[in-house]
Every structure is written in structure tokens, then in C-alpha cells.
């Protein structure tokens, strides 16, 4: 990388590249002016410091995450729509381990207030189980399941902890097949099921 022309998008665009080459807790400032060729006090006109790029790079990821989502969804609805979300959360997080792992970063509040793909990822989420049927608190119970599933599939798959002989991909597509079930039929598989407000 050349000096020349640095901008706070390009620093942060790097920073998202090294996360996923090295990973997202290697990205420092030190490493990344390495990759520049230039002094660490060159970097802090474009980012404040060490917090303020891996907040940049997080909003980053979560745009690029959505990007992908939401074009996968476009058009489709209930399980259709599901399956496409699901294929694009896997691939994303399989294919940009950094940026996945920037999105689980902890940001300020105030920031994911006014983070424009904060609002759409809840959007896109929302009305595609609202397909089902879904509103709250069921809808905020299903949203939990989605990306506890989603997230401990593609962590574990991600780590070599799946080993036997079995395809991974069928798993996956049983895992997405047995959401779907779940979710077409939530009023009766969470009957008898006490909210706080519903507990003596």
C-alpha cells in the first residue's frame, strides 16, 4: 500500500481486509500503518484511535452483511425467503470471517442509533418472519432463535468443529428445514410456554 492519498474510508477498508486475513482482534493501529508504510501518528487524522476503527470497520461490516441480505431476500417470502436469508448470513460469515466478527463488536449505543444498517437489518429480519405470522414478544423470541442458530452453526462450522463424515451443507439445510417448521407452526410448539408478565 502507498502513503499517498489516504482517506478515512480507505484506512477503514483496510482495516475490514486485515480483519479478515489476520483477524478482527489483530487489527491495531501499529499493524495497520505497517500495511501502509507509514508512522501510526499518520493514521490518527482519519481515526481517533484504536476504538473509533473497529467501531468504522463494524459499521462497515454490518452494511456490507445487509447488502447481502437483503439482496438475497428481494423478492422472495416465507420459506423461500428464509432459506436465501439463512444461505447469506452462512456465506457472509464463512467467506469474511473479520467483518463477521467486527459485527458482533460492541458499539456505542448513540452509534447503532443512528447506524442506517443497524435499522435495516432489523427491517429485513422483521418482515421476514412477520410472514410467518410473527409479531411481538414472538417475534423477538424468533429473531433470538434465528441468529443463535445462525451464529452457532457458521462459529462451529467455521472452527473445523464439525467432523463427521456427514456433509455439512445437509445439516445445514435440515437445521434451515426444522426453522422453518418451527416458525410455521410457533403458536402451537410454544404453547404453555409462560411469559414473565404471564408468571404468579
Same mark, same amino acid.
Given at each position: ?9 480507505? !484506512?477503514?477498508?483496510? +482495516?475490514?481486509?486485515? *480483519?479478515?486475513? @489476520?483477524?478482527? &482482534?489483530?487489527?491495531?493501529?501499529? %499493524? $495497520? ?39 438475497? !431476500?428481494?423478492?422472495? +417470502?416465507?420459506?423461500? *425467503?428464509?432459506? @436465501?436469508?439463512? &444461505?447469506?448470513?452462512?456465506?457472509? %460469515? $464463512? ?60 462459529? $462451529? ?44
Amino acid at each position: 500500500m502507498v502513503r499517498a492519498g489516504l482517506t478515512t474510508e480507505r !484506512v477503514v477498508a483496510a +482495516a475490514a481486509d486485515l *480483519a479478515d486475513s @489476520a483477524g478482527f &482482534d489483530k487489527v491495531t493501529i501499529s %499493524a $495497520l500503518a505497517r500495511g501502509f508504510g507509514v508512522k501510526d501518528a499518520s493514521l490518527y487524522s482519519h481515526v481517533k484511535n484504536l476504538g473509533d476503527l473497529r467501531t468504522r470497520v463494524a459499521l462497515l461490516a454490518a452494511e456490507e452483511f445487509i447488502d447481502r441480505i437483503e439482496a438475497a !431476500v428481494a423478492g422472495r +417470502a416465507g420459506k423461500d *425467503a428464509l432459506v @436465501a436469508f439463512a &444461505d447469506a448470513y452462512r456465506t457472509f %460469515a $464463512l467467506e469474511c470471517p473479520g467483518r463477521y466478527a467486527a459485527t458482533r463488536y460492541h458499539v456505542d449505543p448513540a452509534i447503532v442509533a443512528e447506524s442506517p444498517a443497524y435499522h435495516r437489518t432489523i427491517r429485513t429480519t422483521s418482515a421476514m418472519l412477520r410472514a410467518y405470522g410473527l409479531t411481538d414478544p414472538d417475534l423477538t423470541d424468533a429473531v433470538r432463535l434465528l441468529r443463535s442458530t445462525f451464529h452457532g452453526f457458521t462459529d $462451529l462450522e467455521a472452527e473445523g468443529g464439525f467432523e463427521a463424515a456427514r456433509p455439512v451443507q445437509t445439516s445445514w439445510e435440515r437445521a434451515v428445514e426444522a426453522l422453518h417448521f418451527l416458525l410455521s407452526n410457533w403458536s402451537r410448539a410454544t404453547e404453555g410456554v409462560q411469559t414473565p408478565s404471564a408468571r404468579p
